[in-house]
């Protein structure tokens, strides 16, 4: 897979967002593990982890969004696309970029509207931590418009190298093909692979 | 009312234009503002913000990131090859040997991992070196991975059960416990297709290695005791009503971290590759998830539920003509469609029709599920096909197919045992949770 220009510069901030994104949903499985914990042994309740996983979800599922793009895995259908010729191919790309742009711009136009709301009634959620509405739907939109600048970003340059007739439309826009996948599944099972030996070698029990 | 043909018209679109080439979300987005422009109007395209927001932050689907995560930290453990060693000790003597270690160990990874791929991918890494020079059929050893590693997604904990269980209101916990008959039943029939066939055609099994001391074997059982316990604890706490399947996917993570402490597999730069993934495959999801959400809001809107309803009582097909029929719908559907993305993009249309034809939620859950995992061995877009392919590296992936064709009947099979008795996936939920 040829990594085309933006993706250069979103991937390694997404990825960082990403990371950030992952600890979030390690601390909500604690505080979730502590809570049954003591819900059970104790029958001392932290109320509100529920919530407040719900909030991680919406939140992780936006920004992630702009990762998942970057490497192209929002998944598409590529078993006709890969029997058109070369010209339909660049057509249905561009549109695939463009659908995508529109898609998230309005997206993000409707989550402003939520934020908005819930700032003009003073919205709380109906649970004993009282969350203002506000707090967890703001890191939402960001997460949202970032995905829509992003995506037109990708729709724009897409629309330069259609008109200019660039080859190079098909090679960074197409969808990730199987192969493409696969060697993401395999570059990454090898990278597991050598860590497991590394840290087998690392035990000295277990040397013989 | 709402006339039927426009639903229909824009279900055809909705498989039209996914196969174009577009993205799956945006497909869903667009035929539901389609329904929304034309038959709603204006307040219901400007919902489409809060409907957003109100599909994304929801407690089911919260389990699909814990989910992915504790794959990811198994996955990465290492204590797959030592799991994969201790069972071939005790399956080695069955007709077949090493093949049923294949199945016995994609079951039990299975039971662990709520995903396919990511079965095929742990359990092809370890499996395909271990038959090197034995000469067993290639054909059938790709055969018992690839469709091994489609019990990820029945045996519970399962990514497929949890996004239908979200869509349609039904308890992910009856769903876990309706899986788990029907997941053991078919790695017994996969078990069943490699007895049979190495005691027709002895020469389809390789040389068999001779058995380790007891005293060796007996120790190493230790080595199931990581999936074992995992196991037990993320069903147990559902079974006796502690936690719900998010809480006990919580649970897992904790442990499954923990176990990789223990087993010194432990690093953050480990750790940053498990968070990045499971962010990653969380959005994609999510993403056509949130569109499929907003899709059942404008269908409902437009009455079209009701509408497949009464349309389903007129025309008076039995259950049994009706599950005919979706049957070899979605096996076309299977050979083009991303599993995941098939399940989704069927469930505001199929489910209606078949809850008014009298068939239980749960029960066509497990059904759904493995209409998935036919669609992952299905060629020519079967992802188990191309990832043991991928492993293995050489020879053609006409042998991997091939290899798939015994156990794909089984899979059918499986389906008409299931529409025979019924019970075979809802007497554990009922008993379980009355």
Same mark, same amino acid.
């Given at each position: 897979?040829?990594?085309?220009?933006?993706?250069?510069?979103?991937?390694?901030?997404?990825?960082?967002?990403?990371?950030?994104?992952?600890?979030?949903?390690?601390?909500?499985?604690?505080?979730?593990?502590?809570?049954?914990?003591?819900?059970?042994?104790?029958?001392?309740?932290?109320?509100?982890?529920?919530?407040?996983?719900?909030?991680?979800?919406?939140?992780?599922?936006?920004?992630?969004?702009?990762?998942?793009?970057?490497?192209?895995?929002?998944?598409?259908?590529?078993?006709?696309?890969?029997?058109?010729?070369?010209?339909?191919?660049?057509?249905?790309?561009?549109?695939?970029?463009?659908?995508?742009?529109?898609?998230?711009?309005?997206?993000?136009?409707?989550?402003?509207?939520?934020?908005?709301?819930?700032?003009?009634?003073?919205?709380?959620?109906?649970?004993?931590?009282?969350?203002?509405?506000?707090?967890?739907?703001?890191?939402?939109?960001?997460?949202?418009?970032?995905?829509?600048?992003?995506?037109?970003?990708?729709?724009?340059?897409?629309?330069?190298?259609?008109?200019?007739?660039?080859?190079?439309?098909?090679?960074?826009?197409?969808?990730?093909?199987?192969?493409?996948?696969?060697?993401?599944?395999?570059?990454?099972?090898?990278?597991?692979?050598?860590?497991?030996?590394?840290?087998?070698?690392?035990?000295?029990?277990?040397?013989? | 009312?709402?006339?039927?043909?426009?639903?229909?018209?824009?279900?055809?679109?909705?498989?039209?234009? !996914?196969?174009?080439?577009?993205?799956?979300?945006?497909?869903?987005?667009?035929?539901?503002?389609?329904?929304?422009?034309?038959?709603?109007?204006?307040?219901?395209?400007?919902?489409?913000?809060?409907?957003?927001?109100?599909?994304?932050?929801?407690?089911?689907?919260?389990?699909?990131?814990?989910?992915?995560?504790?794959?990811?930290?198994? +996955?990465?453990?290492?204590?797959?090859?030592?799991?994969?060693?201790?069972?071939?000790?005790?399956?080695?003597?069955?007709?077949?040997?090493? #093949?049923?270690?294949?199945?016995?160990a994609s079951a039990m990874f299975a039971a662990v991992s709520g995903s396919s791929v990511a079965t095929a991918a742990t359990i092809g890494t370890v499996a395909i070196p271990a038959f090197k020079g034995r000469n067993y059929d290639p054909r059938l050893v790709l055969g018992t991975i690839a469709a091994g590693a489609t019990l990820g997604i029945l045996i519970p904990p399962s990514i497929n059960m949890i996004i239908y269980g979200a869509m349609t209101n039904t308890s992910v916990g009856r769903l876990y416990a309706a899986g788990v008959i029907p997941g053991l039943l078919l790695t017994g029939l996969f078990m069943a297709v490699v007895v049979v066939a190495c005691w027709w055609?002895?020469?389809?099994?390789?040389?068999?290695?001779?058995?380790?001391?007891?005293?060796?074997?007996?120790?190493?059982? +230790?080595?199931?005791?990581?999936?074992?316990?995992?196991?037990?604890?993320?069903?147990?706490?559902?079974?006796?009503?502690?936690?719900?399947?998010?809480?006990?996917?919580?649970?897992?993570?904790? !442990?499954?971290?923990?176990?990789?402490?223990?087993?010194?597999?432990?690093?953050?730069?480990?750790?940053?590759?498990?968070?990045?993934?499971?962010?990653?495959?969380?959005?994609?999801?999510?993403?056509?998830?949130?569109?499929?959400?907003?899709?059942?809001?404008?269908?409902?809107?437009?009455? +079209?539920?009701?509408?497949?309803?009464?349309?389903?009582?007129?025309?008076?097909?039995?259950? #049994?003509?009706?599950?005919?029929?979706?049957?070899?719908?979605? #096996?076309?559907?299977?050979?083009? #469609?991303?599993?995941?993305?098939?399940?989704?993009?069927?469930?505001?249309?199929?489910?209606?029709?078949?809850?008014?034809?009298?068939?239980?939620?749960?029960?066509?859950?497990?059904?759904?599920?493995?209409?998935?995992?036919?669609?992952?061995?299905?060629?020519?877009?079967?992802?188990?096909?191309?990832?043991?392919?991928?492993?293995?590296?050489?020879?053609?992936?006409?042998?991997?197919?091939?290899?798939?064709?015994?156990?794909?009947?089984?899979?059918?099979?499986?389906?008409?045992?299931? +529409?025979?008795?019924?019970?075979?996936?809802?007497?554990?939920?009922?008993?379980?949770?009355?």
């Amino acid at each position: 897979m040829e990594e085309d220009p933006i993706s250069r510069v979103v991937e390694p901030v997404a990825r960082t967002a990403a990371i950030v994104c992952g600890y979030a949903v390690l601390l909500l499985s604690l505080a979730v593990s502590v809570e049954i914990v003591g819900r059970k042994l104790f029958s001392h309740s932290f109320p509100g982890t529920d919530d407040i996983g719900g909030y991680v979800l919406a939140i992780i599922a936006v920004v992630g969004a702009s990762y998942t793009m970057a490497k192209r895995g929002h998944t598409r259908v590529d078993i006709f696309l890969v029997m058109m010729s070369t010209r339909w191919q660049r057509v249905m790309n561009l549109l695939a970029m463009v659908s995508m742009a529109a898609f998230a711009s309005f997206a993000a136009w409707r989550g402003t509207t939520v934020l908005l709301e819930s700032i003009e009634f003073q919205s709380v959620a109906s649970n004993p931590l009282q969350t203002p509405l506000w707090q967890p739907q703001l890191l939402w939109l960001i997460g949202l418009v970032l995905f829509a600048l992003i995506a037109l970003a990708y729709a724009a340059h897409a629309l330069l190298l259609f008109v200019r007739g660039d080859p190079r439309l098909n090679r960074y826009y197409g969808p990730a093909s199987v192969q493409d996948e696969l060697e993401a599944e395999l570059t990454a099972q090898a990278e597991r692979a050598a860590q497991a030996e590394q840290a087998r070698q690392a035990e000295p029990g277990e040397a013989k | 009312m709402i006339d039927l043909t426009a639903a229909v018209v824009g279900f055809a679109l909705l498989i039209g234009l !996914m196969t174009l080439g577009l993205h799956v979300a945006f497909v869903m987005f667009a035929i539901s503002m389609l329904g929304a422009i034309f038959y709603l109007g204006t307040p219901a395209v400007m919902e489409y913000g809060t409907q957003y927001w109100g599909a994304t932050n929801n407690f089911v689907l919260v389990a699909v990131p814990l989910f992915v995560l504790l794959g990811e930290l198994l +996955v990465r453990g290492g204590f797959t090859d030592r799991m994969y060693r201790s069972l071939s000790d005790w399956l080695n003597p069955l007709p077949g040997g090493l #093949l049923h270690t294949n199945i016995g160990a994609s079951a039990m990874f299975a039971a662990v991992s709520g995903s396919s791929v990511a079965t095929a991918a742990t359990i092809g890494t370890v499996a395909i070196p271990a038959f090197k020079g034995r000469n067993y059929d290639p054909r059938l050893v790709l055969g018992t991975i690839a469709a091994g590693a489609t019990l990820g997604i029945l045996i519970p904990p399962s990514i497929n059960m949890i996004i239908y269980g979200a869509m349609t209101n039904t308890s992910v916990g009856r769903l876990y416990a309706a899986g788990v008959i029907p997941g053991l039943l078919l790695t017994g029939l996969f078990m069943a297709v490699v007895v049979v066939a190495c005691w027709w055609k002895p020469s389809l099994a390789g040389a068999k290695s001779a058995p380790a001391p007891l005293g060796e074997r007996l120790r190493r059982l +230790v080595d199931l005791l990581p999936p074992t316990v995992l196991f037990v604890v993320v069903m147990g706490s559902i079974y006796l009503g502690w936690a719900t399947p998010t809480e006990s996917a919580a649970l897992g993570v904790v !442990m499954a971290l923990v176990l990789c402490i223990a087993y010194g597999k432990f690093s953050i730069k480990m750790m940053h590759e498990c968070f990045v993934t499971t962010v990653s495959v969380t959005a994609m999801i999510m993403l056509i998830a949130a569109a499929a959400f907003y899709l059942n809001f404008v269908l409902g809107l437009m009455g +079209v539920p009701q509408a497949l309803a009464n349309f389903a009582s007129q025309l008076g097909t039995s259950p #049994l003509v009706m599950l005919a029929v979706l049957t070899v719908f979605y #096996l076309i559907l299977g050979c083009f #469609l991303d599993a995941l993305a098939m399940i989704i993009g069927t469930i505001p249309i199929v489910f209606p029709l078949i809850t008014a034809l009298g068939i239980d939620p749960v029960w066509f859950g497990i059904y759904l599920v493995v209409m998935a995992e036919l669609a992952l061995i299905t060629p020519p877009v079967g992802m188990n096909l191309y990832v043991v392919q991928g492993i293995r590296k050489e020879g053609l992936i006409t042998d991997v197919i091939v290899g798939t064709l015994p156990f794909l009947v089984m899979m059918l099979l499986l389906v008409v045992l299931l +529409v025979v008795w019924p019970d075979l996936a809802l007497w554990l939920p009922r008993v379980s949770f009355g």
